[in-house]
């Protein structure tokens, strides 16, 4: 396994290609970088995208294009280097293609390919994908199984990962493990709490000072005066001025 594995995923302009890019910097402690890049060139605005991101890495990094074949891409690096893959779901879109392929045939053969490529690296890999999922799913069958097929290699390369990153609006949310079976409620029912606060059990008197409080306010009542023409407030044991005159209850 490839240590350390790091996999960082966001939306369109999260911020996730720099967030990638200052990880592997910082992950390959001052060695070689191989940027693996999936985009393939030909429409002028994607064009423009390339020429940002090139101008946006060290021009030490060595660039390889991938197509298809990117398990044979990572097994081509040489150990001993980091590896920057730059981003997993244009490679995705490139395996679909125009027709809906077998989700579960794709996730098991050449997805895996990659990920068995990545675990036999001798070195630092950072993945960048993008999460894709947070939507409506669509109507397109096509479109459907694109986003089944990423998700479930999401799913797996964050399970191999040491770290998992979650991009938004160019903050990095640190994706933690989970036990198997855990709910991810703050509630422990073992120290009765719920987000680090005492919970009261079913049933418990309420503070002390609450309830002295309580006591200690007198009752106010309303009712009207002897003429009935307006209300007098009156309190227990007390005599209370009113507009016909005092009153005593």
């Known amino acids: 396994m490839s240590r350390p594995l790091v996999v960082v995923l966001g939306g369109t302009r999260s911020g996730k290609s720099r967030f990638g890019r200052d990880r592997a910097i910082a992950v ?5 970088v191989v940027y693996l890049a999936t985009v393939m060139p030909g429409d002028p605005e994607l064009d423009e995208r390339i020429a940002l991101h090139r101008r946006d890495r060290p021009s030490g990094w060595t660039t390889i294009e991938v197509g298809l074949d990117l398990a044979g891409a990572i097994a081509s690096v040489q150990g001993g280097a980091t590896i920057l893959l730059d981003g997993l779901t244009l490679w995705v879109s490139l395996l679909v ?27 630092p890999v950072v993945v960048v994908s993008d999460e894709i999922g947070s939507g409506l799913v669509p109507l397109d069958p096509l479109s459907r199984a694109f986003v089944d097929i990423l998700g479930i290699a999401h799913q797996r390369l964050v399970a191999d990962a ?12 640190r994706l933690e493990a989970t036990a198997p079976g855990a709910t991810g409620r703050h509630w422990r029912r073992s120290d009765r709490t719920w987000r680090g606060r005492p919970i009261r059990p079913a049933g418990a008197p309420r503070s002390r000072r609450r309830s002295r409080r309580r006591a200690r306010s007198p009752r106010v009542s309303w009712r ?14 007390r005599v209370v001025a009113g507009a016909a005159g005092p009153t005593r209850r």
Request: hydrophobic letters at 40%; glycine letters at 14%; proline letters at 9%.
């Open 28 to 32: 390959s402690a001052g060695g070689p």
């Open 97 to 123: 293609g125009d027709r809906r392929p077998d989700v579960m045939a794709t996730v098991d053969g050449p997805v895996e390919a990659v990920r068995a490529a990545i675990s036999a690296h001798a070195g």
């Open 162 to 173: 040491d770290e998992a990153w979650l991009m938004v609006a160019g903050r990095a949310i």
């Open 224 to 237: 009207p005066t002897r003429c009935g023409s307006s209300a007098t407030p009156r309190r227990a044991g």
